[in-house]
């Protein structure tokens, strides 16, 4: 169990979508260790692990004095209600833009045993259920935005400065258009 380094945004593992645990061995469990420490180390509320430059769908959490991690995650969506407010990523550093998400969430997966979990989530515990998928659908919160947030957000990076130039950043368009079931596109 140790902290390991984040990627930043700009880097390509955040782009691309994680594959599936298949094996619910030792790795897993110290995979979920190390998510789990970095992201008490960087006071975060979740982490996932392309974050760590791991291609697997699993992901840590802190939300609301509840500490847990979620192996293949698969989202439903209770009712329509969203939420719009403040969301960050420990994969750009100390930026927060308001985004728009569902307020309720039921995530469905696997702890590292291969035991099946459910979350059921209202309010912070579900953006950031949705917020940690997304990582593992190679989604960054900034794609969410609407045009001008999105400009916005990127002006915002290029001046920070854990910015690289070196690496140029992708902006996808938001990855929920209006005609998606979440609702969620603008």
């Keep these: 169990m140790t902290v390991q380094p984040i990627r930043l945004f700009g880097d390509p593992v955040l782009r691309t979508p994680a594959d599936p645990v298949v094996d619910f061995d030792v790795e897993l469990r110290k995979l979920v260790a190390d998510l789990t420490d970095t992201m008490r180390e960087q006071n975060g509320a979740g982490l996932a692990a392309p974050q760590l430059g791991v291609g697997l769908r699993v992901f840590a959490f802190d939300v609301d004095d509840v500490l847990g991690h979620l192996v293949n995650p698969v989202l439903e969506f209770p009712d329509a209600e969203e939420q719009d407010g403040p969301e960050g990523c420990l994969s750009i550093p100390g930026l927060y833009f308001d985004t728009k998400r569902r307020q309720n969430v039921i995530a469905k997966g696997f702890n590292g045993y291969g ?25 960054l919160f900034v794609d969410r935005l609407d045009p001008d947030g999105r ?5 915002a990076i290029r001046q920070a400065d854990w910015y690289d130039p070196t690496t140029p950043p992708t902006v996808k368009l938001n990855p929920h258009a209006a005609s998606s079931p979440f609702g969620l596109g603008r």
């Design 151 to 155: 400009k916005e957000a990127m002006r």
């Design 115 to 139: 035991d099946p979990v459910q979350i059921v989530g209202t309010g912070l515990m579900a953006r950031c259920v949705q917020h940690e998928t997304d990582h593992l659908d190679g989604v």
